[in-house]
């Protein structure tokens, strides 16, 4: 069955079942509002004698911080002097009018009792000080547990009979420290006390002993064929329990007059009742039914792709809801965007990752090659072409290391002297034949204008600074589809060196700048990861530079980075501490399974004795039967990785130095690098480098 006619059958049924029995409706909606304020009159009641009972623990409270916080009383624990005590506590201070009191107590800080004085109003004499008043003011009695600056007052049944008591620290007349100890007041509620509460509520009440263990307010018993009405509720005492009942027989004459006056009233109630039911049922169908069943018909067409949003007309609370609903439809679908962007990101990262490795193992069988003979070629045509390869490779390694800084980037950059004004040279070149190709695909002329002027150096990363002016030219070229000017100026400005991209494209609005620098925002179709720009204020920030963003809708959009600026000189720290370097013949085990490096490391060190090791489990064998001086392992090889294989060597000989030769570009603190002495990146240029981080490692292990 349908909301609608399951709403409208309810409402039908209502209506019969409210005809039929519409005076005893009308009766207990009348009659239990009647007794409602019959019930709250009582209640006001308890509550006024409550207060009337509060006034009187307030009233003795009051007394207590009076004499707590007097000089003599706080002078008086401190030296026990008899004259205060006869001054201030003969048997008359008890009868005054204005204190009131049965007994006065005086504990030390520690617990001891120092006087205590009770006075019988009836026998008009003292007595003695009830045993059981004693006990719960002794150290360790739960009457002192908890007393602060606000003291302690309340009830208490002290040998069947109710008292109030009021405990207060002595101090000053200032409330200053340190706390003397306690002052305790006790009065007795005997009959008079409790003839005089009961003429300020103007009800008679009643103190007892509470039966039950729980607290409970405003406890009611009514009868309606009674002439009053009786009214319980609990009281805490001074210790936290619910031991005292206060109770009352409040008049019942609101529920007589209500009854009274209810015939009078009844017809017209029930035929009200009637015209309300009717209404409201129009109003369920119209107002909330049938929005209720487009708003379902709405999710079920975004569900099929039949409609984009589900939002209602209105300024109601089904509206809202319906905007809500589509905030999250919204959202769903960005997300589920955003999760296969970034699993595209991922799977790009690591395929990119280990073609980056294998490139750099295979980069490494030119390289050093190509830097040995160097050393043989002087002249001739042979040279040339050996200048090429050099050159190809050179370029291969930067452009695998760009690519492990994309996939990978490395957060602990090598910061160097880095010229802008030539990385801007190099990046225009990188960059060119983007936008000469956007230019011949979409018969649009893009053209590139820079105003470079002569500007210091900065410390930072070249490779990184590269990436950034790529990211800066493709998002320029992106912006501009119906072709524009793509604008770089160098400028200096107060120790900065700056640096001003510019395009004359469609810019952004103030929403999408205010997003621009959020990780994977983009307002791009199809394309982008969103991460160019929180990448380049990322790098630029890492060298405390700063990146401002100024764009106009329809106007172009401006990137400026300010860097701070530097000399142009830079002391170079040396590869190691002890200089000159001692060369010395050392006995290496190379261990890598692709055979072009190992061959490749072999002729570079060629003047040591090398030993060859094809995998990590030839390895094993030989770290276990010969003593080395170095082991230079590659990391990832397929039967025992590398870190393996250094550990191994560790424990088997504990002057050997173990170096990592590999082309995975690893992540700052990778637990792998923990076990060894020095690394060297793939593809390695020259013998010297192997040699010269060898020798340091050797050094620094003494």
């Known amino acids: 069955m349908s909301l609608r006619w399951r709403l409208l059958g309810i409402i039908i049924a209502f209506t019969i079942v409210f005809v039929i029995v519409i005076s005893g409706i009308t009766r207990q909606i009348v009659m239990s509002g009647v007794i409602q304020l019959q019930e709250d009159q009582a209640l006001l009641q308890l509550r006024q004698a409550r207060s009337a009972l509060e006034v009187e623990i307030m009233s003795l409270d009051m007394d207590t911080y009076d004499w707590a916080t007097w000089d003599d009383t706080f002078a008086f624990m401190q030296d026990r002097n008899n004259a205060y005590l006869e001054s201030n ?4 201070t008890f009868r005054a009018e204005d204190l009131k009191i049965n007994t006065i107590a005086y504990i030390s800080v520690e617990g001891e009792l120092v006087f205590a004085k009770a006075y019988d109003y009836a026998a008009d004499s003292p007595k003695a000080v009830s045993d059981d008043l004693l006990a719960l003011l002794t150290l360790g009695g739960s009457l002192l547990s908890g007393v602060d600056e606000l003291g302690k007052q309340g009830l208490y049944w002290l040998n069947d009979s109710l008292v109030i008591m009021s405990i207060r620290q002595i101090l000053d007349s200032n409330e200053q420290g340190p706390s003397r100890g306690f002052l305790l007041m006790l009065r007795e509620l005997n009959t008079n006390e409790m003839e005089t509460l009961a003429l300020r509520v103007g009800i008679p009440l009643v103190l007892k002993k509470s039966e039950y263990s729980r607290e409970f307010e405003g406890q009611l018993y009514p009868d309606n064929e009674l002439d009053f009405i009786l009214v ?27 009854l009274e006056t209810l015939q009078t009233y009844i017809w017209i109630t029930g035929l009200s009742g009637l015209f309300v039911v009717i209404v409201a049922a129009f109003l369920v169908e119209f107002v909330v039914v049938r929005r209720i069943s487009t708003l379902k018909r709405n999710i079920e067409g975004v569900a099929t792709g039949d409609i984009e949003s589900v939002i209602l007309a209105g300024n109601d609370e089904l509206s809202s809801m319906s905007h809500q609903i589509d905030g999250m439809i919204q959202q769903l679908k960005n997300a589920e965007k955003d999760r296969i962007q970034t699993e595209r990101l991922r799977v790009s990262g690591e395929l990119a990752a280990g073609v980056s490795h294998n490139l750099n193992n295979m980069l490494n069988g030119i390289v050093g090659p190509s830097e040995m003979l160097g050393r043989s070629i002087t002249e001739g045509p042979d040279l040339e072409l050996l200048d090429i390869i050099k050159r190809s490779a050179t370029n291969s390694v930067r452009l695998v290391a760009q690519l492990n800084h994309i996939v990978r980037p490395n957060k602990k950059q090598v910061n160097e002297l880095v010229d802008i004004n030539e990385t801007v040279y190099e990046a225009a070149r990188i960059a060119g034949p983007r936008w000469r190709d956007e230019s011949i695909a979409k018969g ?3 053209s590139f204008h820079e105003d470079l002027a002569e500007v210091a150096t900065i410390y930072g990363d070249k490779g990184a600074l590269l990436d950034v002016l790529i990211n800066l030219f493709f998002n320029a070229v992106d912006a501009m589809p119906e072709g524009g000017t793509i604008s770089v100026r160098t400028f200096n ?6 640096l001003v991209v510019s395009d ?12 621009a620098f959020e990780p994977f925002f983009t307002t791009k179709v199809d394309v982008g990861t969103g991460l160019g720009l929180s990448t380049v204020r990322a790098t630029v920030e890492s060298w405390g530079g700063k990146v401002e963003l100024n764009s106009t809708s329809g106007k172009g959009t401006e990137v400026k980075l300010s860097i701070p600026a530097m000399n142009t000189t830079i002391t170079v720290k040396p590869l190691i ?6 060369l010395k013949c050392r006995r290496i085990l190379i261990v890598d399974d692709d055979n072009d490096v190992r061959r490749t490391l072999a002729l570079m060190l060629k003047e040591h004795d090398v030993t060859l090791a094809a995998n990590g489990s030839d390895a094993l064998v030989l770290l276990s039967e010969e003593q080395f001086d170095v082991a230079l392992i590659d990391l990832g090889m397929l039967d025992v990785p590398g870190n393996v294989v250094a550990k191994h060597a560790k424990d088997k000989q504990l002057k050997i130095v173990t170096i990592l030769v590999t082309g995975w570009q690893l992540a700052e603190g990778d637990e792998r690098l923990e076990i060894f002495d020095g690394f060297i990146l793939k593809p390695i240029h020259r013998a010297e480098v192997i040699v010269r981080t060898m020798e340091q490692a050797i050094a620094e292990q003494g």
Do not use: H, R, Y
């Not at 509720?233 to 007589?256: C, E, R, Y």
């Not at 004359?504 to 997003?515: A, D, I, L, P, R």
């Open 504 to 515: 004359s494209g469609q810019g952004m609005t103030e929403k999408v700048q205010q997003m």
């Open 577 to 582: 501490k002890n200089a000159p370097l001692e």
């Open 444 to 446: 649009i002329k893009i």
């Open 89 to 92: 506590l003969p048997d008359n």
């Open 232 to 258: 319980e509720s609990s009281i805490d005492d001074i210790l936290g329990a619910p031991s005292v009942v206060i109770a009352m027989q409040v008049p019942n004459t609101i529920f007589q007059k209500g």
């Open 493 to 498: 400005e107060d120790k900065q060196v700056c």
